[in-house]
């Protein structure tokens, strides 16, 4: 009798202590969340010639990095210079004319004012007067876009980054707007990951991670939650025109309703033992709150 009492209660106590364990791993699992489905991100400059033409030099190369002001390439100024110089021609003329348009106000003011010519004449060369100012002022800015799009015929790095994905040659002729290079912003770089709506609770901007990226586990790193995001795209299309306005995360399971999954945006504080590429896969661990421990304290 006491054998199978003593069983019993060994049974309770390992059932007890199975509990516990599975209930306190899961209240850390909710308090302190982590994930694995988390990706290395950063902010991509579209670079796109203002003006169109074929490129006549490219002096960078696929995946180099570049600095804030490095010629990127050149398309061919030719045409650009030859629309300054008209520019500037026709500045010089309407200066002339604006000059002789003067000394016309000037003499038929004199007259007018001696009673020699009559008023209508006076306000005709005050019209004539105000129409060369008001066609040189056109010309001039003329001539000033005219210098604008001879500049525009450089295009230079808008940031330190890493450009990717170059496929162009000299010789191809390019368009206005259509972006031609991609520029990896090296100060953009931040973390997306990806936490179950019933994690987000327990997540809120200022809290500290810890990050390790595939394949170096052992390397970890900080950072900050900086926001939540407030959505994402709806997979039914009840979500209307918000394709690529909101983020699309695909549930891995589709026969078994799982919880969604919204990305919050972690800010990189430590050093990351690898350079950052876009779309490294990193695991995220929330820290425990040191602060909340505390003020638990007795």
Not at 150 to 166: E, W
Not at 220 to 237: C, K, L, M, N, R
Not at 240 to 253: I, M, P, R, W, Y
Request: proline fraction near 5%; glycine fraction near 6%; hydrophobic fraction near 40%.
């Amino acid at each position: 009798m006491k054998i199978a009492f003593y069983r019993y209660l060994v049974t309770l106590v390992a059932v007890a202590i199975a509990g516990t364990t599975v209930w306190l791993l899961y209240r850390k699992y909710v308090t302190d969340p982590w994930t694995r489905d988390s990706q290395i991100r950063a902010n991509i400059v579209g670079i796109a010639p203002r003006v169109a033409g074929p490129i006549i030099s490219i002096p960078v190369h696929d995946n180099q990095e570049v600095k804030a002001g490095d010629l990127l390439f050149e398309i061919d100024p030719a045409d650009y210079k030859t629309a300054l110089a008209s520019a500037q021609a026709s500045v010089a003329n309407l200066e002339a004319n604006l000059l002789q348009k003067r000394q016309d106000l000037d003499r038929e003011t004199d007259l007018f004012q001696r009673n020699v010519d009559s008023k209508q004449l006076f306000q005709n060369a005050q019209n004539a007067y105000a129409e060369a100012a008001a066609e040189l002022n056109d010309a001039r800015a003329k001539l000033q876009q005219a210098e604008l799009n001879l500049g525009y015929t450089k295009v230079y790095a808008p940031v330190d980054g890493y450009l990717t994905n170059v496929n162009t040659s000299p010789g191809a002729y390019v368009h206005v707007g259509d972006q031609l290079l991609a520029l990896v912003d090296s100060s953009s770089f931040w973390v997306a990951a990806y936490f179950k709506e019933t994690q987000l609770v327990s997540i809120r901007p200022g809290r500290t991670v810890q990050m390790s990226l595939m394949g170096y586990r052992d390397e970890p790193f900080a950072g900050t939650v900086e926001s939540v995001a407030w959505g994402i795209f709806v997979q039914d299309g009840s979500g209307g025109s918000s394709t690529g306005l909101l983020a699309a995360v695909n549930q891995t399971v589709d026969w078994v309703r799982l919880p969604q999954r919204f990305p919050v945006r972690v800010k990189i504080t430590g050093k990351p033992p690898v350079p950052l590429r876009i779309g490294q896969t990193i695991t995220v661990a929330v820290a425990p709150d040191s602060s909340e421990k505390i003020a638990k304290q007795p």
